[in-house]
């Protein structure tokens, strides 16, 4: 149980244009659903929370208006990459957790963004 | 807001020893300690968890301790296994926070056979 799928899980663009990755939790509802970006050799940054149904809360630094998050339904979330640089080359990981008292986050398995 | 350290950056091991990493928090309001290991290319696994009210809590080889009054916790791996190579990070929590984690720096670990 506990399975977190991402797509695509590798993505090439050009500068300028906009990705859309999917979370989707496979057997559970995700009440919480979390983004996160990783560098190379870094450890996980927190971009945003999301609760389904309601608007992402985004940590301090991270552009809302450029990293779009949804979370329409209890087992899918989307994080769109807007108007894309190198800069935002990165692996980008998303868990879910079901809420409430219990803390576990499961996480998907990422997805490598390359912007050209 | 919670900061977590975690030692060493990197841990190399012969095959069969243990290892053993470990990680100081900062907010006494934090009650769960997960531990995760991320393999290349690949999503982190939660491979061992602990809430405040226990010390200690073991899985086959893998085995994780708590001290809260002095606010560390470490993981123990034994006899390690080449397949064990990985990063490692720990990450704590505050309960009813969404389940808001906050990360170590992780650990490198290489075991040679």
Not at chain 1, 16 to 34: H, N, Y
Not at chain 1, 50 to 68: I, M, P
Request: aromatic share 10%; glycine share 6%.
């Amino acid at each position: 149980g506990a399975v977190v799928s991402q797509h695509p899980s590798w993505v090439i663009c050009k500068s300028g244009t906009s990705v859309k990755i999917e979370c989707r939790s496979l057997d559970f509802q995700a009440t919480t659903m979390f983004w996160y970006r990783q560098f190379p050799k870094q450890s996980l940054m927190l971009m945003a929370t999301s609760n389904e149904g309601s608007k992402a809360t985004y940590e301090q630094g991270v552009e809302k208006d450029k990293f779009l998050i949804n979370h329409a339904s209890l087992t899918l979330s989307t994080l769109t990459v807007t108007s894309a640089h190198p800069e935002d080359s990165s692996f980008y990981i998303c868990s879910a957790s079901e809420g409430g008292s219990y803390n576990e986050q499961f996480f998907g398995p990422g997805t490598r963004l390359t912007v050209l | 807001g919670e900061n977590v350290e975690q030692h060493p950056s990197t841990l190399s091991v012969q095959e069969g020893d243990s290892a053993v990493i470990k990680c100081t928090y900062s907010d006494s309001a934090s009650n769960y300690f997960p531990w995760y290991k991320q393999e290349l290319g690949k999503g982190p696994q939660l491979i061992i968890d602990i809430r405040s009210n226990v010390g200690e809590k073991k899985d086959q080889r893998i085995a994780v301790t708590l001290n809260k009054t002095a606010k560390h916790f470490s993981l123990h791996i034994t006899e390690t296994q080449p397949e064990d190579s990985a990063v490692y990070f720990c990450a704590a929590s505050i309960e009813y926070s969404w389940g808001k984690l906050q990360f170590g720096a992780g650990t490198q670990v290489v075991v040679t056979p």
